[in-house]
């Protein structure tokens, strides 16, 4: 058995991993693999369980899918594939569970689904398929497959609890032709009227589109139950990292393809709430390339009737810059050393996040808490500044001297020196470039 699931491996699937005959379980799952699966697949005549979902492969399903007849579970579920369903999966008499969800496979369902005696789950949502639904077998079972998001299905009487509409009769054609043909002679002012009508009120739901986006993107609603699945069940192994106020979990939701960080906030410490609130006000109200990008914010109770606070971010895959230039401090970072370019521009860009704080947002933002392990490195190392508990947004009145009161950084913080508006920025080259060499 092979499984190197939930890993970064890129590049196409290599054809000499199907050689070995004898293997009978292969997971590549959630990684970012690319090209077309190969089609020696079909050497592992033993298989029984193969999972390459959550990656990027595209092309057709290969007809050698057939020769595996010993497989029981298939699961191809979130790629770019395309085409029909081969007619040689009818070959595999022994399968019991099979997921080609969130592809883009076309044409109609196969009948052969209905004759495997031994298949538990199908899911075929989020596709292209057409046509009528089979019936028997399987079909009979409606909580056993996953039709969901195929929008061309239709279904005969026997499988109306699908809830899909009626697949139409001959007689039902030929009135539909007819309605088409009446259509036609319509005046054509008439159409031309009918068609500015449209033209209006389309434009109008894309200016309301445009309008709502960032909303919509920003404020996804996921429940206690959804982050407590996506972490595993705040397993010890998706921790990333704990402070006094809040553990960091990296974590997957079952409605998306991403990878998120999700923040949550130990409420019976002192100061956890505050952080909280602070954290969600300075996201409400900043917007910047170098800043990290919250997804959502979860403020409910958990089974017990405790109170439950989370902000989940976006994931950043090459981790903090403090796991760069100290990686003796965090043991299961491997050992990696920035070129001096790569220094700079993340200079740059931490520059940047406080430029935009200091000089462009009013009022003007103060961080509070900027050192190495607050500025996170995304999947192409472009910096973005996080952990906004301790920031704070200056008084109206520049220059007073409660601007600093109380303002306390945490072990590792980068303090300011005088004049810190416009030196500030030269401190940040500093942290980067001397804690680097």
């Not at 499984?3 to 292969?26: C, D, H, K, M």
Request: with cysteine; aromatic share 8%.
């Amino acid at each position: 058995m092979l499984e190197v699931s939930f890993n970064s491996l890129e590049g196409p699937i290599p054809s000499e991993l199907f050689n070995g005959t004898t293997l009978i379980g292969l997971d590549l799952s959630n990684n970012y693999l690319t090209g077309s699966i190969p089609l020696q697949i079909g050497g592992l005549i033993q298989l029984l369980r193969l999972d390459i979902s959550f990656n990027k492969l595209s092309g057709q399903v290969p007809l050698s899918f057939g020769e595996c007849v010993e497989l029981s579970s298939l699961r191809l579920r979130s790629n770019m594939l395309n085409g029909s369903i081969p007619r040689s999966f009818s070959n595999l008499k022994s399968i019991e569970q099979i997921d080609l969800s969130q592809n883009s496979l076309v044409g109609k369902i196969p009948e052969f689904f209905a004759n495997m005696d031994y298949l538990q789950q199908l899911d075929l949502s989020m596709n292209y398929f057409e046509g009528p639904i089979p019936t028997g077998g399987i079909f009979q079972n409606h909580s056993a497959v996953n039709l969901e998001g195929n929008d061309e299905l239709c279904a005969s009487a026997a499988t109306t609890l699908y809830q899909f509409p009626v697949c139409t009769t001959t007689s039902a054609v030929g009135s539909k032709k007819n309605a088409l043909l009446l259509v036609k002679v319509i005046p054509p002012v008439a159409i031309a009227l009918i068609s500015f009508i449209c033209f209006v009120v389309t434009l109008l739901k894309r200016r309301q589109a445009e309008t709502t986006t960032c909303y919509k993107e920003t404020m996804k609603k996921i429940s206690y139950g959804d982050i407590v699945k996506a972490t595993n069940w705040l397993s010890p192994i998706n921790k990333i990292s704990s402070s006094r106020t809040g553990s960091i979990y990296i974590g997957r939701f079952e409605f998306d393809t991403d990878l998120v960080a999700i923040k949550l906030f130990h409420l019976e410490e002192n100061g956890a709430r505050d952080s909280f609130a602070t954290e969600c006000e300075v996201l409400r109200n900043t917007r910047h390339r170098n800043l990290v990008k919250a997804v959502t914010v979860c403020s409910t109770v958990d089974p017990e009737n405790n109170e439950f606070k989370a902000i989940v971010f976006d994931f950043m895959a090459n981790g903090s810059l403090d796991m760069w230039v100290h990686p003796k401090l965090h043991h299961n970072s491997p050992k990696r050393v920035l070129s001096l370019g790569q220094r700079l521009r993340i200079a740059m860009d931490v520059a940047l996040a406080l430029d935009y704080m200091h000089n462009q947002l009013t009022p003007p933002l103060i961080h509070c808490d900027l050192k190495p392990g607050n500025v996170l490195l995304d999947y192409d190392m472009t910096a973005r500044v996080g952990d906004f508990g301790s920031a704070r947004f200056l008084p109206s009145t520049p220059g007073s001297p409660e601007d600093l009161v109380g303002v306390e950084g945490t072990i590792g913080y980068v303090a300011p020196s005088t004049a810190w508006d416009t030196k500030f920025h030269q401190d940040v080259m500093f942290m980067v470039l001397e804690s680097s060499f």
